[in-house]
């Protein structure tokens, strides 16, 4: 019972936060992460997160980047592939080079230092993809290039960690082994969505006993389960799995039923959850590095991002778009924080204080992504 009056603060909130962020002329995201702030340990201390609130904020990214994958045009994503590509790679090369600045001038070793600009170098995809769905803008050539630059980031993020880690650890790493494990997967996910897919979801509306829905959730499961074995992240398999799914004749179908089922309780909870992790404690011994970090963690996004769009016939408004879209760092810089508090790639006296940055830079990207498409 008892979490249930969690889950219940939790939806009162999100439902509270969004609705007031609308009201304002924002978009919903923004006021459910703040609602997780003010409901967690940072403010009220009402809710603190739990393993089952992780894992229910699993699925609602996971339910989020299907969805994203359902409603993605496959054709459109390769049409755009160059842009991408460009945008991905401006959008590395800038903050892994201002995140390790930052790390020396404040007295950070040369590989904590390489990976804070690793960790504001990675992009939340799920927090633009449902701005621009919430924008009316999910299908545009935008959002193609947003989506595919920030998957290519996450990627190339997770396989210059793996080889950081290696250095800092002195365990050898096969780079061949990583790069194998991905094209492996990235092969797989293609011949299971180009026959084997199309194949289950055809006899399983022929299930008595099973709606189709829960079968794309299988395959949902399924890809992302697959992305974690091979070293992928998991959000790219959920998207794989909604771009296969996309290419039946299920496709409205299986969106009309999961888009409920998704915002009805997981995505608002993994919303929340970002907010939950936000802690304020020892953050005022290290405000010029929050000041500064944060300065470097959007300019650099900004600026690299933009200039890989403008570098691929973008206009210049449209580049400033993608330059703002690509800001969030979100959950995957959550992820890429534990991993290197696990692996002592940094000083935990940190950790507050990094998140602060990220939260930063994850608040501020749907406003200004709603203040961008707003100006004619």
């Keep these: 019972m008892d979490f249930i009056i969690v889950l219940l603060i939790i939806l009162v909130s999100a439902a509270c936060g969004g609705e007031l962020s609308a009201r304002l002329g924002q978009t919903t995201i923004l006021g459910k992460i703040i609602a997780g702030i003010i409901v967690g340990p940072a403010v009220l201390g009402w809710v603190s ?32 592939r160059k842009s991408s590509i460009a945008v991905a790679l401006g959008g590395l090369l800038f903050p892994v080079a201002g995140g390790f600045a930052t790390g020396l001038l404040f007295g950070l070793k040369p590989i904590p230092s390489v990976f804070l600009g690793l960790l504001l170098a990675a992009t939340s995809v799920s927090i ?6 919430e924008l009316g803008q999910l299908n545009s050539r935008e959002s193609t290039t947003i989506l595919g630059a920030a998957l290519v980031d996450d990627i190339t993020v997770m396989f210059i960690l793996a080889i950081t880690m290696g250095v800092w650890t002195g365990t050898k790493v096969n780079i061949g082994i990583l790069l194998g494990k991905e094209i492996l997967f990235f092969l797989l996910i293609a011949l299971l969505g180009w026959k084997a897919i199309p194949w289950f979801m055809k006899i399983s509306t022929s299930f008595k006993a099973t709606e189709n829905i829960i079968s794309a959730v299988i395959i949902c499961f399924v890809f992302a389960s697959l992305a974690h074995l091979l070293g992928v992240s998991s959000i790219i398999g959920a998207f794989a799995a909604g771009l296969a799914v996309s290419r039946t004749d299920s496709q409205k179908e299986i969106k009309r039923k999961i888009v409920p089922i998704a915002y009805t309780i997981f995505i608002p909870v993994f919303f929340v959850q970002i907010g939950l992790s936000v802690s304020f404690v020892g953050i005022q011994n290290h405000i010029w590095f929050i000041i500064i970090g944060s300065l470097f963690a959007i300019l650099t996004k900004w600026f690299g991002a933009f200039l890989g769009a403008k570098l691929t016939s973008f206009s210049t408004k449209s580049a400033i778009r993608i330059g703002a879209a690509m800001m969030s760092r979100g959950e995957v810089a959550l992820i890429l924080l534990t991993i290197g508090l696990e692996k002592k790639l940094i000083d935990p006296a940190y950790a507050s204080s990094i998140l602060i940055i990220v939260m930063i830079t994850t608040l501020i990207t749907p406003v200004l992504l709603k203040t961008f498409y707003k100006t004619p």
């Design 49 to 80: 997160p739990t393993e089952t609130i992780h894992n229910m904020s699993e699925i609602g990214i996971l339910f989020l980047m299907f969805i994203a994958g359902l409603e993605t045009d496959a054709t459109d994503l390769y049409k755009n």
């Design 128 to 133: 633009s993809i449902l701005t621009l769905r």
